[in-house]
Nanobody, 124 residues
Framework: QVQLVESGGGLVQAGGSLRLSCAASGRTFSSYNMGWFRQAPGKEREFVVAIGWDGARTVYADSVKGRFTISRDNAKNTVYLQMNSLKPEDTATYYC?????????????????WGQGTQVTVSS
């Protein structure tokens, strides 16, 4: 069982930056691939980025490549999402999720555990 708690969301102007954190409970965090997803009102949950259990592999959605960076610290049971050059279309609730599969997944149905989400609002 893994419990995930996101933090770091907020209101920022377009072009600004935010750093999201996702703290995980449990001693098996380092065995999970971790993903960030987002969901805007009236839209489906959307894949943003994921990182392999060892931090060596990452997969980014095209919409955030070059602007967002995922990282993890297994000693702290935490995964981070650094978001730069934010755009109004990045406005959404951001969720972190954990997946114990071998391959990194972009399909949210593959993920076993989810946090409650943190709101990111980008004003124009």
């Amino acid at each position: 069982q893994v419990q995930l708690v996101e933090s770091g969301g907020g209101l920022v102007q377009a072009g600004g930056s935010l750093r999201l954190s996702c703290a995980a409970s449990g001693r098996t965090f380092s065995s999970y691939n971790m993903g960030w997803f987002r969901q805007a009102p009236g839209k489906e949950r959307e894949f943003v980025v994921a990182i392999g259990w060892d931090g060596a592999r990452t997969v980014y959605a095209d919409s955030v490549k070059g602007r967002f960076t995922i990282s993890r610290d297994n000693a702290k049971n935490t995964v981070y999402l650094q978001m730069n050059s934010l755009k109004p279309e990045d406005t959404a609730t951001y969720y972190c999720a954990a997946d114990r599969a071998v391959l990194i997944a972009s399909n949210p149905n593959r993920y076993d555990y989810w946090g409650q989400g943190t709101q990111v609002t980008v004003s124009s």
